[in-house]
């Protein structure tokens, strides 16, 4: 059913996706603590794996777009819907593919893109009512700390 009220309150998530998105983000949050108090070359290193983390998590993101669809949730399985779950995939294997510093900036903003996309979804009924209230505080998370690690 589309809604144009959309709850954002993280706790009305399953106990276990919580539990796993919040797993899902540590390491971004770890990695950049490893940036930013180590020397410069296991600061690259982590830099290098939360690009890399993060391409993944835009990979699997992109993965649950497809299963939404899949599940029939919104306008189900179209050319349209499944095409835009492949973007977030595609944008992260670009950025890994750049590296360095580049691909936490090509990053960042993909994470914005992928939470605006994920609110229209909602709206129209494309994911579970507790969807945008789980994946704004985790992509917030992620978005943050690309581009702290960009800019060290």
């Not at 893109?113 to 494309?126: I, K, N, P, W």
Request: aromatic share 10%; net charge neutral; proline share 7%.
């Amino acid at each position: 059913m589309p809604s144009s009220e959309l709850s954002f309150r993280p706790l009305q998530a399953p106990l276990p996706a919580l539990t796993v998105g919040v797993v899902a983000v540590a390491p971004f949050v770890a990695l950049l603590l490893i940036a930013l108090t180590t020397e410069i070359g296991t600061a690259d290193r982590a830099r290098y794996l939360m690009g890399a983390w993060g391409a993944m998590l835009l990979a699997f993101h992109g993965g649950c777009r497809w299963g939404f669809a899949g599940a029939g949730l919104g306008e189900g399985a179209t050319w349209w819907t499944l095409g835009v779950g492949v973007v977030p995939a595609l944008v992260g294997f670009l950025a890994l593919g750049i590296g360095g510093r580049a691909m936490l900036w090509i990053e960042a903003p993909a994470f914005v893109a992928v939470f605006a996309a994920d609110v229209s979804l909602a709206r129209a009924g494309g994911t579970p009512d507790w969807w945008p209230g789980l994946i704004l505080p985790l992509l917030a998370i992620c978005t943050a700390c690309t581009m702290i690690g960009a800019m060290t």
